[in-house]
């Protein structure tokens, strides 16, 4: 009821306010759910929308933020590497598509420049997903099926309304970064301290029991980061009543869990030291991830100055490096590697320059929480050295531009603020 309550006031009061493409960018977070598609197609249409409208807007943007160049830029090298890829089609597909992404960030900043209101609803529909995702998800570890039916296949992980993709984790670990920044920087919600307690803790249970190990560890070093950085002596204290619960209900879920037990301590500990443990004996599985890494190796290393380009790791595996042991993939799996085999050297000072840009502005914007949180989110989305997906991937790369989007929009607005004050 609630929630319809909410609706009913933005159509009162709010939708004579907002044009089209503001209602495409708020149904992208639920759309994202059903696959790469929809989400996809919304966002295209989005960016067509604003070059044609706003075209010397975006270009302003585009050239003036250093952040959003850096990616410009590495889109382009891209772009020209691919004409000499063995597969040029593929490659220049994927890398031209490319460029879509970041006019989607420049969109993003001026959709919500023209109704900051925006923000308000696009927090609201963050909750509601992350919430409904989350409880789903533990439903069907409880009754081995979600709210729909669906039954996850693999029995340590678990999948919810994302079927038989695994990516549960990783949806949540990187939209609730944006839900958490909206409700603190935006809304300034901490008096609602308990509901958003509540909505972190069914998170990173979620999280935890989809097993995607990497989203684990990823959602805990960002809170981790997000507790030594940013000065707010209110959220310090949130984090740590969180972080006591959430380490005691793990202990507990660990202790009954045998698939989790597995997952997390038995695979882990035979990936890393090389060594049977439960189920996990097969060699191949145990050292899959470190075979994508030396086979990437080789690559670079018969091709380093510009790489192979974009979509091209799986084609050069096959076909020049290919033993049945694991190694070749569609990707390595890694976004260092990835970049080092298909873009070069180049495209490694490119992307190194814009990750140590991201790091300066930490440091010069530490005491800025609300441009700190989002860097930090960024940063934490494009580290390059943990097991990663397709760097080029659309449906990760629209989780990745959301909050580069809201970065844009907080500078054009202070951009905005301080002419108005000379």
Same mark, same amino acid.
């Given at each position: 009821?609630?929630?319809?309550?909410?609706?009913?006031?933005?159509?009162?009061?709010?939708?004579?306010?907002?044009?089209?493409?503001?209602?495409?960018?708020?149904?992208?977070?639920?759309?994202?759910?059903?696959?790469?598609?929809?989400?996809?197609?919304?966002?295209?249409?989005?960016?067509?929308?604003?070059?044609?409208?706003?075209?010397?807007?975006? !270009? &302003?943007?585009? %050239?003036?933020? +250093? *952040?959003?160049?850096?990616? =410009?830029?590495?889109?382009? @090298?891209? /772009? #020209?590497?691919?004409?000499?890829?063995?597969?040029?089609?593929?490659?220049?597909?994927?890398?031209?598509?490319?460029?879509?992404?970041?006019?989607?960030?420049?969109?993003?900043?001026?959709?919500?420049?023209?109704?900051?209101?925006?923000?308000?609803?696009?927090?609201?529909?963050?909750?509601?997903?992350?919430?409904?995702?989350?409880?789903?998800?533990?439903?069907?570890?409880?009754?081995?099926?979600?709210?729909?039916?669906?039954?996850?296949?693999?029995?340590?992980?678990?999948?919810?309304?994302?079927?038989?993709?695994?990516?549960?984790?990783?949806?949540?670990?990187?939209?609730?970064?944006?839900?958490?920044?909206?409700?603190?920087? !935006? &809304?300034?919600? %901490?008096?609602? +301290? *308990?509901?958003?307690?509540? =909505?972190?803790?069914?998170? @990173?249970? /979620? #999280?935890?029991?989809?097993?995607?190990?990497?989203?684990?560890?990823?959602?805990?070093?960002?809170?981790?980061?997000?507790?030594?950085?940013?000065?707010?002596?209110?959220?310090?204290?949130?984090?740590?009543?969180?972080?006591?619960?959430?380490?005691?209900?793990?202990?507990?879920?660990?202790?009954?869990?045998?698939?989790?037990?597995?997952?997390?301590?038995?695979?882990?500990?035979?990936?890393?030291?090389?060594?049977?443990?439960?189920?996990?004996?097969?060699?191949?599985?145990?050292?899959?991830?470190?075979?994508?890494?030396?086979?990437?190796?080789?690559?670079?290393?018969?091709?380093?100055?510009?790489?192979?380009?974009?979509?091209?790791?799986?084609?050069?595996?096959?076909?020049?490096?290919?033993?049945?042991?694991?190694?070749?993939?569609?990707?390595?799996?890694?976004?260092?590697?990835?970049?080092?085999?298909?873009?070069?050297?180049?495209?490694?000072?490119?992307?190194?320059?814009?990750?140590?840009?991201?790091?300066?502005?930490?440091?010069?914007?530490?005491?800025?929480?609300?441009?700190?949180?989002?860097?930090?989110?960024?940063?934490?989305?494009?580290?390059?050295?943990?097991?990663?997906?397709?760097?080029?991937?659309?449906?990760?790369?629209?989780?990745?531009?959301?909050?580069?989007?809201?970065?844009?929009?907080?500078?054009?607005?202070?951009?905005?603020?301080?002419?108005?004050?000379?």
């Amino acid at each position: 009821m609630k929630l319809i309550s909410h609706f009913k006031l933005l159509i009162k009061n709010d939708l004579k306010n907002f044009t089209y493409v503001s209602f495409l960018f708020l149904l992208i977070p639920p759309f994202l759910i059903t696959g790469p598609f929809i989400p996809d197609l919304l966002l295209i249409i989005i960016c067509i929308y604003y070059c044609a409208k706003h075209s010397k807007k975006i !270009i &302003k943007i585009l %050239l003036n933020n +250093k *952040i959003i160049f850096f990616l =410009i830029l590495f889109s382009s @090298y891209n /772009a #020209v590497n691919s004409l000499f890829a063995k597969e040029i089609l593929i490659s220049i597909k994927s890398s031209f598509s490319y460029f879509r992404f970041p006019i989607f960030a420049v969109a993003i900043s001026l959709i919500i420049l023209q109704n900051n209101k925006l923000n308000n609803y696009f927090l609201l529909i963050l909750k509601y997903v992350i919430i409904f995702l989350s409880v789903d998800s533990i439903f069907q570890f409880i009754f081995n099926f979600n709210f729909f039916g669906f039954v996850s296949i693999q029995g340590n992980r678990i999948s919810g309304m994302f079927g038989d993709e695994y990516v549960l984790g990783s949806y949540l670990s990187k939209i609730f970064p944006i839900y958490l920044f909206l409700e603190f920087y !935006i &809304k300034n919600r %901490l008096e609602k +301290k *308990i509901e958003i307690l509540f =909505i972190t803790a069914i998170v @990173y249970l /979620a #999280v935890f029991i989809s097993g995607e190990r990497t989203s684990f560890i990823i959602l805990n070093i960002y809170l981790i980061i997000t507790f030594f950085i940013i000065s707010d002596l209110k959220y310090k204290k949130f984090l740590k009543h969180f972080f006591v619960l959430g380490i005691l209900s793990l202990f507990i879920l660990l202790s009954f869990s045998k698939d989790l037990k597995e997952r997390y301590i038995s695979l882990t500990a035979g990936q890393i030291f090389n060594i049977d443990i439960g189920n996990y004996g097969s060699d191949a599985l145990k050292n899959q991830n470190f075979k994508h890494l030396l086979v990437s190796f080789e690559m670079f290393k018969d091709k380093p100055i510009t790489g192979y380009g974009n979509k091209m790791f799986r084609y050069n595996c096959f076909d020049n490096y290919f033993i049945d042991d694991g190694r070749c993939s569609t990707h390595p799996h890694n976004f260092l590697a990835q970049i080092a085999v298909e873009s070069g050297i180049i495209g490694l000072l490119i992307f190194g320059f814009f990750y140590f840009y991201l790091l300066k502005e930490i440091i010069l914007l530490r005491n800025k929480n609300n441009y700190l949180f989002l860097l930090i989110i960024i940063a934490v989305n494009f580290f390059p050295f943990f097991p990663s997906g397709n760097l080029f991937n659309n449906w990760l790369n629209i989780l990745f531009y959301i909050p580069i989007g809201f970065y844009l929009f907080l500078k054009e607005n202070d951009n905005i603020s301080n002419k108005h004050n000379t």
